[in-house]
């Protein structure tokens, strides 16, 4: 394990930043993903300074470099599939600049996404990203793997929100791309190069981002369908018609039934539930908005339909697709929930086949699968439900998933809505986009010449997904 | 090592996605800042013992003892995993593979010999009614307080009675040896004078314990005692006319899931709260949980700096709580701050308010 010299990360970064003992190497080589791998070190930088000398070491090294967060990624991009140095970015966390006149803010890679909006809040604006785990993000894990989330439909991803990024390149040189300024065409966009970038090309230090102001009004409402077809029919309808929804959610009946059997929420038994939201600053066009989609609804035959403007009851509508995750983890006995084939998105006029698909193949290679999610972007979750500890459950995962995808390809739709592709998602992201594989291949090369960022990842993954790294559960 | 207590949590901790929500607002991360203080980074260290990926190092145990049993990660954990209970559970197959700790071991003999965390002999203040009320170590070792203690529940009709007490067993459990905690619990059992019957208990950390650890034990708390019978006794308030902050203990918000009924009390007897940045079920620990004010004092008063630099914040008359050990904790820090906010019980205040 000498491959890193601690004393030398001691000098950057202070002896209380720098571990390499085992159980701290342990804790940092997994996220929420199925991977885990261990890594050399553990560095906790504080300035943008220290990261352009841990790289500089490194990349003289060889040593490769592991961009994390809060690691709560679920596709394995923050684990250290080759070793070498970990880089917690959660220290560097302070929100440097709000510019309301300008209309951005500038913050730290460790920024908490939640604590972002705690300090925006007072100037009645929002950063509306809103990945449902937005609580830990932080913004330079939700940059790299452009991370998106329920209200996306109407506010976009994070590619949306960012004007400009600070970035700690391969060679230790720190580069600023993007601009301040709402439109920017002066040649390449590498701001949005590393959009998504997952920790390959560079090391985001700094985040500049757009704002818009907190609605004044919002409405929920909710439809309960018999048949998965009409509500897929609504979603495609609502997204042609001009409506501009807020949140437009989907659970069918795998996930109704587990926030039922395990959450006692009551939900009426129907094959799906759709949850549609509008918000605006005027609540007349709110109505409208609501009404509208209410009228599609009604017109694909959805019925018990409610919708309320008041917070409690918004909380209380919301509130079985807010229990879904953990009552899908509690669903089965001995079961665990895991993200694979997780969170694909394809065209709206696609998504009930889509779902009626994972139905079938689940059923076909014996694990539970679901369909919910933000139906309103096109992005469909499917958490795969199965005894994680059995490796015949592993190779029954194995074949859904490569299923899955296959049909996401079949469909004209993509192997990653919001998560990522990391290790789990590779090949399938390789079919994908096979085309482009060598472009991205070069500009890793052209950027990273020593394969020191985040290497072994994206399209340099192992090929099987199930053997990329010792999986974090123990299979027997 | 085995890990026998900890095998029966292998269904929770393959249950934990790792994604990380417990950390959120973990005391021990929040001030340490490495993963590996944080819940998910405990139950990664426990899944790796399970799985012998790990062995005990100091520094693993370390980390395993460093939680308050504060709760607040099963509040924030999106897959209902019951961080305590795998922290117990492998604290308990550490302390059987003999990863002592001498500060621990020294604290659960004390109670061996004298059926108390003080190793002293220590009676109730005699009160010969008829129902049994349980005060616990804390309360016992501050014999004037606890006489005004049930004096309040005198007041408001209740007849004490109060018996020769042991501890509940609840260090035991909670610093793993399950040994002692099950010979103690003999203990306690056998001290309970009317076992079929209901009693009143005082203590936060007891009464949350025993209707874990004692389902056919009837303990009921002081305040709920109180919160039902005050309302007959309303003209026998004199309102104290004071702003007051309530620091909730772990075991009563996101033990007992009791949040309004304090807060109900004190602005009964004319006790205003204002609320610190945190409260409620997202109330910041104290720091006095779990055994970390034997495992590590320092760590444990700097978690109750935090709390005490917060409760200064909204210039309250006093910073008041129920369990006496946040108690003693907060007002430990709370004096370096020259009398800028004393810390009392809320039972102190219901005593002055009823006097």
């Known amino acids: ?476 | 090592m085995e890990t026998k207590n900890l095998k029966k949590w292998e269904e929770d901790l393959n249950r934990c996605i790792r994604c990380g929500y417990c950390f959120e607002a973990c005391p021990i991360f929040k001030d340490q800042g490495w993963e590996v203080d944080g819940a998910r980074g405990k139950l990664i260290l426990s899944y790796g013992l399970l799985n012998k990926d790990l062995e005990p190092s100091d520094f693993i145990v370390q980390k395993l003892f460093e939680c308050t049993f504060c709760k607040d990660c099963v509040e924030r954990c999106s897959a209902n995993v019951s961080v305590p209970d795998i922290i117990s559970a492998v604290r308990t197959d550490l302390y059987e593979a003999g990863f002592h700790n001498d500060a621990h071991d020294q604290l659960l003999e004390k109670i061996k010999e004298s059926g108390n965390i003080f190793n002293k002999e220590l009676s109730p203040p005699h009160f010969k009614g008829e129902k049994g009320v349980l005060l616990g170590c804390r309360l016992l070792e501050r014999k004037e307080d606890s006489r005004k203690y049930l004096d309040i529940l005198e007041k408001l009709g209740v007849k004490p009675k109060t018996f020769e007490e042991t501890c509940c067993g609840m260090p035991f459990a909670v610093l793993g040896n399950k040994k002692g905690f099950s010979k103690q619990q003999d203990k306690f059992r056998a001290s309970i004078p009317d076992i079929n019957n209901e009693f009143i208990c005082a203590c936060t950390t007891c009464v949350f314990f025993i209707q874990k650890k004692y389902p056919d034990l009837k303990a009921k708390y002081i305040i709920n005692e109180i919160v039902e019978r005050l309302p007959k006794y309303k003209n026998k308030i004199k309102k104290l006319n004071i702003k007051v902050t309530y620091h909730d203990p772990c075991n009563v918000a996101r033990g007992l899931g009791m949040i309004d009924e304090p807060r109900w009390l004190l602005n009964e007897i004319g006790a205003e709260p204002i609320e610190m940045s945190t409260y409620g079920k997202e109330a910041e620990c104290c720091g006095g949980g779990g055994g970390l004010l034997v495992t590590d004092k320092k760590l444990s008063e700097q978690l109750a700096l935090k709390r005490v630099k917060q409760a200064l914040h909204t210039k309250a008359d006093y910073l008041v709580t129920l369990c006496p050990t946040c108690e003693l904790n907060l007002r430990n820090m709370a004096a370096q701050y020259d009398g800028k906010i004393q810390v009392r019980n809320v039972l102190d205040l219901v005593a002055e308010a009823l006097n």
């Open chain 1, 1 to 476: 394990m000498a491959k890193v010299d601690n004393k030398k990360l001691e000098k950057i970064v202070g002896k209380d930043n720098v571990r390499d003992d085992l159980g701290t190497r342990y804790v940092y080589g997994s996220d929420s993903s199925v991977h885990e791998a261990l890594a050399w070190s553990v560095v906790r930088p504080e300035t943008k300074e220290q990261v352009q000398k841990i790289i500089r070491y490194a990349n003289s090294e060889k040593i490769p470099v592991i961009a994390r967060g809060s690691g709560s990624g679920m596709s394995g991009q923050a684990v250290p599939i080759k070793g070498g140095i970990v880089l917690d970015l959660k220290k560097m966390n302070k929100i440097i600049d709000i510019n309301l006149e300008d209309g951005y803010c500038r913050v730290e890679a460790g920024v908490i996404d939640d604590d972002l909006n705690r300090a925006l809040k007072p100037h009645g604006v929002f950063y509306p990203v809103a990945p449902a785990s937005s609580r830990v993000a932080t913004i330079g894990g939700e940059i790299a793997n452009n991370a998106s989330g329920v209200r996306s439909v109407k506010y976009g991803a994070v590619r949306d929100s960012v004007l400009g990024m600070e970035v700690v390149m391969a060679n230790g040189k720190l580069v600023h791309l993007g601009s301040r300024t709402r439109v920017e065409a002066a040649g390449y966009q590498m701001d949005r190069l590393m959009v998504g970038s997952e920790g390959t090309l560079g090391i985001i230090v700094e985040a500049m981002l757009k704002f818009v102001p907190i609605p004044k009004y919002r409405c929920l409402g909710v439809s309960n369908f018999n048949s998965l077809e009409e509500a897929g029919d609504t979603i495609a309808s609502i997204m042609s018609s001009g409506a501009q929804p807020s949140l437009l959610e989907l659970m069918d009946n795998v996930a109704i039934t587990a926030v039922n059997k395990t959450m006692d929420m009551g939900l009426p038994d129907v094959e799906a539930i759709l949850m549609f939201e509008a918000d605006g600053m005027v609540k007349e066009a709110v109505d409208f908005e609501i009404e509208k989609m209410k009228k599609i609804c009604e017109d694909n035959k959805g019925f018990g339909i409610e919708y309320s403007y008041e917070a409690d009851k918004r909380t209380k509508l919301f509130a079985g697709r807010k229990k879904l995750f953990p009552a899908l983890s509690k669903y089965k006995d001995l079961y665990s929930c895991t993200s694979l084939a997780d969170d694909m998105a394809v065209p709206y006029s696609k998504m009930t086949k889509m779902a009626r698909k994972i139905h079938e193949i689940a059923k076909k290679n014996n694990v539970i699968m679901t369909a919910y999610g933000h139906c309103g972007s096109g992005c469909m979750h499917t958490k795969i439900l199965m005894d994680a500890t059995k490796g015949k459950q592993w190779y029954n995962a194995k074949n859904a998933v490569k299923e899955i995808y296959e049909y996401v390809s079949e469909m004209g739709g993509t192997t990653s809505a919001e998560h990522g592709i990391g290790l789990s998602k590779a090949p399938a992201f390789k079919l994908e986009k096979k085309d482009s594989l060598q472009f991205m291949k070069a500009i890793k090369h052209a950027l990273d010449p020593n394969n020191i960022l985040n290497p072994g990842k994206m399209m340099d993954a192992p090929d099987d997904w199930v053997t990329a790294t010792k999986l974090r559960y123990n299979v027997n």
